[in-house]
């Protein structure tokens, strides 16, 4: 059964156009350090999920589009890596702490959602993201809120 998500980017960081610049429009989801989030990329987010890629910590704050998960969870191989800034002392390869997913691009909204409209909106007014303290950097998405994030945003050509 496929499932949704809300993952959270900083555009300052990587945005939904560095995705589309990546190399087959796809890379990997690394770097998360929350261990809700890392339980959801290891056990719950599989291949072909649906994920509304959000530029958080940003003016305004909007979902700008959407992805599909390329692969499911496998060990963040960063962590292990004394010289990369996602290095995890706690973790090694024969035991893995930190998980990621690949995703792919599926499409750049011509009119980015903004918070303002997910909660003027009847479905998505209760979405995850838009809750007081609400910071988990991937969240689930129901499938009426994720249809109707892609009502709201208009799919560039």
Known sequence: MRRYWLF?????VFSIHDLAASKGKQTSWEGVRNYQARNMLRDDIKMGDGVLFYHSNADPMIIAGSAEVAKGGYPDHFAW????????????PEKPVW?????????IFRQPVTRAALA???????????????????????EAEWLAVHALGVVAG
């Open 81 to 92: 890596q004394p010289d990369h800034k996602y290095f995890d002392e706690s973790t090694s």
């Open 8 to 12: 959270k980017s900083e555009p300052e």
């Open 99 to 107: 998980y990621m997913v690949d995703i792919k691009l599926k499409q």
């Open 120 to 142: 003027d909106d009847p479905v998505c007014a209760q979405m995850m993201v838009l809750k007081k303290g609400s910071r988990l950097s991937i969240q689930p998405v129901t």
